[in-house]
């Protein structure tokens, strides 16, 4: 499959001629999920996004807004992230051949989020400060100096990031639209994205927002001044998409709601051990929302959004999951680690 500015060319803000900067993200596949569908009662979908280029979403927002930044002539690129959005815009930093500049919450980055920023050869400035305060003050930066920001606040991001929506639409075919999409929310971005991919296509599925509890602003109603959370993607205490996101919600007749680490963790696990499809924790947190809070009435057919690949945060999984068994190196005790005790 080519890029998603070449497969969507006419739904997106690209003219012929344009540069395009592409690692051919996109066309991520939409899996069925039986064991989850089973235990919620409706049909249940991942969309998986883990498996875009540099295991997230950010890179379908990414290959717009850097090929936009490169058509404006601009010689770097520069985010605020909690840590994809960092490793997405390092990759399509390099593959433009400009400099990419990354401002993180020190000690609050997934380890392979890092690896990837520094591999890729970005400048990786850390703060010890969250990721608000991080947004501040690169939107300030980007205003004096001919730096284009490619946080989500950046239009061509959202642009990008909606042919997800399509992508959806397109794998389950013209008479099976989407009823529900459950979507982790952070910066809000995505899922302001994903309801404007759908409303391009006619179609309004209930946009079903999860945040964590320890960083859930739309679900207070107010900022959150230190937003705490195992799922650090989404640590996040004042969405600069907060409006349309809130909108995207009350307009398909959706809602916002929190789930705690311990579900998330739960979430995390269960999709990993019963669908074999591993996902970064945020990512689990709509999972724990379906778990918890169950179908919306009238909903049968629902996609769930894994925004981020379960390989980004190695520790967490680790953390979360059972251990290796030491072994002797002989037949008799191999046989008994790989049998022995099973019931
Ligand atoms: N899931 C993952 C894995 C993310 O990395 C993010 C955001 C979200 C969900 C939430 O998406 O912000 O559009 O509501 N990560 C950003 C980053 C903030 O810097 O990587 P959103």
């Known amino acids: 499959m080519p890029g998603l500015i070449e497969r969507y060319w006419d739904r997106l803000p690209f003219a012929e001629g344009d540069p395009i900067i592409t690692l051919n993200e996109g066309s991520t596949p939409l899996i069925h999920a039986p064991v989850l569908s089973d235990r919620v009662g409706a049909e249940v979908w991942l969309k998986y996004e883990g498996l875009n280029p540099t295991g997230s979403f950010k890179d379908r927002g990414m290959t717009a807004a850097v090929s936009g930044a490169v058509r404006e002539g601009a010689e770097a690129v520069l985010c605020a992230s909690t840590g994809n959005t960092a490793a997405s815009l390092a990759a399509y930093a390099a593959r433009a051949g400009i400099r990419g500049a990354v401002l993180v919450p020190e000690g609050k980055i997934a380890t392979g989020k890092l690896a990837q920023a520094l591999m890729h050869g970005a400048r990786v400035i850390a703060i010890h400060a969250n990721f608000d305060v991080a947004l501040d003050i690169v939107r300030e930066l980007s205003e004096h100096e001919p730096i284009a920001l490619v946080n989500s606040v950046n239009p061509l991001r959202l642009e990008g990031q909606k042919t997800a929506a399509f992508e959806i639409d397109e794998d389950l075919g013209p008479d099976r639209p989407l009823d529900a999409l459950c979507i982790p929310v952070g910066n809000a971005g995505n899922i302001s994205a994903y309801w404007k991919g759908f409303q391009e296509i006619g179609q309004a599925p209930k946009m079903l927002g999860f945040q964590a509890e320890g960083a859930a602003p739309l679900v207070l109603g107010h900022p959150v001044e230190n937003p705490d959370t195992i799922a650090s993607a989404i640590r996040i205490g004042k969405p600069a998409r907060w409006e349309e996101a809130m909108a995207a919600m009350t307009n398909s007749l ?90």
């Open 254 to 343: 959706g809602m916002v709601r929190a789930v705690s680490d311990a579900e998330i963790l739960d979430a995390y696990r269960f999709v990993a051990a019963k669908e074999g499809v591993f996902c970064e924790p945020a990512s689990a947190a709509p999972i724990a929302g379906l778990l918890k809070y169950g179908v919306p009435e009238g909903v049968q057919r629902i996609a769930c959004v894994l925004t981020g690949h379960g390989l980004k945060d190695p520790q967490t999984a680790l953390g979360a999951s059972g251990s290796v068994i030491p072994c002797k190196p002989d037949l008799a005790s191999v046989r008994e680690a790989v049998l022995g005790g099973a019931s």
